[in-house]
């Protein structure tokens, strides 16, 4: 149990440990995605390919998992002010090389480091909130503040860099996360004295070995569903050699878990029927979610927004994140149903998915997107919370911890699992759609005769030869197809997917264990 009286200064009013504490918790989370909420820029200013970005982002992710079993370890044998001090040291540390850093190499070391680092303040964070919220409606306050954040982030980041990048360079976002960072350390040094949470424990006892195998085997798995479909999967040695490492380190750290006296994750918590019902949720959800990258690729590819435009519309998914995350809020204070909260979430998904579904057009107006795309972000508010604590509700009392980090570890494989989907998908889609529409261009289409040679009298009209209007001609038209074809693939995939959600909408009204489980939940933690 955490003591907390003693570890903040005597002359501090509450409401001003609270705010040091959520500014505290902040940077760390706005941090993940940084580097990632403008991956374009990003990519070019390194040299890197789109792929690159997304494996990076993996990793620090992964990396940030992998930590978060660990770090209780970390907060137990260091005093807490010593302990966050620290830690925002060696962020401003890393973050400072960051900003001077072209080679790829030391970014993705750079990226691992940053995962590691940002998993550190989290557990001491939130469990001191708890104790800022006494109420029985405590952790459901602190978890919808801490996943409204969590979800509102790509926004605000977005907002913040494109506003950088328009006035300065790319190394003022960097230097202004900076900036942040030392205010935190001055609320760090002001709000705690020396004291400790609680009984120190020796470091000697951490697993480290068993966390080596975990960042082994999640950078292998990443590397294989990330670069997969571009290295034509098990064609290619290095995505064999990636197999063979993930399932090898796989097994050695689940025979470690089972043989050690301090496992890192305890696999005792996956015995539940009703957990792996909620992770697989939250696998769904995912794969759901990651569709919001082939919008904002159409809105860059097809409908050519600018960056600074696209960072503003970013706000309406975030109000609808922020919504979502009230609404469920409110309707676990006032007891509503459980099960009925997972299949509003699902339902408004579907809704936006086949809306969206109509989108996929040549042209379109911010007023025709806006409605469907503050679904999106209504939908995933909607379910986090609730979701979070019915997974936690699975686990007895002295597995509570395996429970979130369950949770943390599946919405790491679900990210990088929806991105390997969603991207295979659009590649094989747009690939037939291409090959299907390309069989239209012969010498017998009128139609296809009809466009090139509007197209080839339009460049002849410019000045050029006969010769070379043909041939831009061409070019054009073949653009044309293979923007058809994006499109074409998107509204598949859209289709599908909100058919899939449909079908686990409805199995979650028929499921008759997900309110009692809730319940026993709800009597555990609330006491009512």
């Not at 960042?215 to 290295?231: D, H, Q, S």
């Not at 899939?500 to 909408?505: D, Y």
Request: with cysteine; charged share 10%; glycine share 8%.
């Amino acid at each position: 149990m955490i003591k907390t009286g003693s570890i903040f200064r005597e002359w501090l009013p509450g409401w001003a440990i609270k705010a040091g504490l959520i500014f505290c918790i902040l940077p760390a989370m706005l941090l993940l995605g940084l580097y990632n909420s403008n991956s374009t820029y990003t990519a070019s200013y390194l040299g890197i390919e789109p792929e690159d970005m997304q494996f990076t982002m993996s990793l620090t992710y992964g990396t940030l998992i992998a930590t978060m079993l660990i770090e209780q370890r970390f907060a137990r044998f260091f005093a807490a002010r010593n302990y966050l001090i620290g830690i925002n040291l060696l962020t401003i540390v890393v973050l400072f090389a960051s900003a001077f850093v072209k080679n790829m190499t030391m970014f993705v070391v750079l990226r691992m480091i940053d995962g590691f680092i940002m998993a550190l303040p989290g557990g001491v964070m939130i469990q001191l909130l708890f104790t800022r919220f006494p109420s029985k409606f405590g952790r459901v306050i602190v978890y919808s503040f801490f996943y409204c954040v969590l979800l509102c982030s790509p926004a605000i980041i977005n907002f913040l860099v494109g506003f950088t990048l328009d006035q300065w360079d790319w190394r003022y976002m960097i230097y202004g996360a900076i900036g942040v960072q030392i205010i935190g350390l001055a609320i760090i040094i002001l709000l705690f004295n020396n004291k400790r949470l609680e009984r120190k424990l020796p470091l000697y006892q951490v697993d480290f070995a068993g966390y080596i195998i975990l960042v082994a085997l999640l950078v292998a798995g990443t590397y294989v569903l990330v670069y997969g479909e571009k290295r034509y999967w098990l064609n290619a040695w290095d995505i064999r050699l990636g197999i063979t490492i993930f399932i090898i380190f796989s097994g050695l750290f689940i025979t470690r878990q089972k043989t050690s006296k301090r496992p890192l994750f305890n696999l005792d918590i996956l015995k539940s029927a009703n957990l792996r019902s909620g992770l697989l949720l939250f696998i769904i959800l995912y794969i759901g979610r990651a569709t919001l990258n082939v919008c904002h690729a159409t809105m860059v590819q097809v409908w050519h927004w600018e960056q600074l435009y696209l960072a503003k519309i970013q706000w309406i998914n975030a109000a609808g994140s922020a919504t979502g995350v009230i609404i469920a809020a409110t309707l676990l204070i006032r007891k509503f149903p459980v099960k009925y909260i997972f299949a509003a979430s699902f339902g408004i998904m579907a809704i936006y998915l086949y809306w969206f579904r109509f989108l996929f057009k040549l042209e379109v107006g911010i007023g025709e997107i806006a409605l469907p795309y503050y679904l999106q972000g209504l939908s995933v508010g909607l379910i986090f919370t609730p979701l979070i604590m019915f997974i936690l509700a699975q686990a007895p009392s002295h597995l509570a911890i395996f429970g979130s980090r369950a949770g943390a570890s599946t919405r790491f494989w679900a990210t990088s699992l929806g991105f390997c989907l969603i991207h295979n998908a659009q590649v094989f889609l747009q690939r037939s759609h291409y090959i299907s529409l390309s069989r239209n261009i012969t010498a017998t289409n009128p139609l296809a005769e009809e466009r090139l040679s509007t197209l080839t009298a339009t460049f002849i009209s410019k000045g050029y030869s006969s010769g070379a209007a043909g041939q831009l001609a061409y070019k054009q038209l073949d653009a044309s197809i293979r923007t058809q074809s994006f499109l074409l693939g998107n509204m598949e995939i859209f289709t599908w997917l909100a058919i899939v959600f449909i079908i686990f909408m409805i199995l979650i009204l028929l499921n008759k264990h997900l309110q009692q489980t809730y319940n026993l939940f709800r009597n555990r933690v609330f006491g009512y």
